[in-house]
């Protein structure tokens, strides 16, 4: 039986609201167990109220910091800290950073250069550097919104890119095609499945953030590929490809 992926959930609760909790570990749950749940913040405030009546329901422990100098950020300085001593000390094979700063890039940084997995989850306005920084990373948006169905929920959540728009998106057309052309096989297909482990291992990247559930939906409405169905197997070529060479 092959042994879950230990997870260490870092919150920075002054910039995570707690309504995204549930599904911040429904998600973590894809990935291994979140043996590790930590919330910071100073916990005297008024504002972490919210995040006070959550702690117990999903065991997460709270950690007091005082705001020891007016202007810097003492929340995210603990936060740091206490992933390097977890980084060293225990035997994880994944961090979480939940929050909205750009302050942790470093942080993610040091963490993968170890070996190990970063998942962020952040709100919109979350800088581009920390999103690039992680393994894999979430906007908040997309999560969590009550609906009947997953398809309703990614609807409602976030407006899906039309073709129009994900072909207008020059980073998102490069890392498709690269990872197709990395990815073929000797008939000149590639497989969906090792396009979408190349995505993995290369960028930070979820096709939820267009508002598509899969990320096989997400290459056919670009309109840039073509796709072959082989039993339960996507296989994929870029038209210009197939322009190119035929069959």
Not at 116 to 135: D, Q
Request: glycine share 6%; charged share 25%; hydrophobic share 40%.
């Amino acid at each position: 039986m092959t042994e879950e992926s230990r997870i260490a959930l870092l919150i920075d609760a002054d910039n995570c609201p707690a309504a995204k909790i549930e599904v911040i570990l429904d998600e973590l749950a894809k990935y291994g167990v979140t043996n590790v749940r930590r919330a910071y913040g100073n916990w005297k405030s008024s504002g972490l109220k919210s995040w006070e009546e959550v702690l117990h329901e999903y065991a997460i422990q709270p950690i007091q910091q005082f705001a020891y100098t007016k202007g810097k950020n003492a929340t995210d300085s603990a936060m740091i800290i206490d992933a390097m001593d977890l980084l060293y000390t225990q035997r994880l094979d994944a961090f979480c950073i939940a929050s909205s700063d750009s302050d942790f890039t470093p942080l993610v940084m040091r963490i993968r250069a170890n070996g190990l997995k970063v998942y962020g989850f952040g709100e919109k306005k979350t800088p581009m550097p920390f999103v690039n920084a992680c393994s894999k990373f979430l906007y908040l948006e997309t999560l969590g919104v009550q609906a009947r169905t997953e398809e309703e929920a990614a609807a409602a959540s976030v407006q899906k890119r039309s073709a129009k728009e994900l072909k207008a998106d020059a980073k998102l057309v490069s890392l498709l095609r690269n990872a197709v052309d990395a990815c073929l096989e000797e008939d000149g297909w590639a497989s969906l499945s090792a396009v979408g482990s190349h995505i993995t291992n290369q960028a930070s990247f979820d096709q939820r953030n267009y508002g598509y559930k899969k990320l096989g939906d997400l290459i056919e409405a670009t309109g840039l590929f073509e796709a072959e169905r082989r039993g339960s197997h996507l296989f994929l070529r870029d038209k210009r490809n197939a322009r190119k060479g035929g069959n």
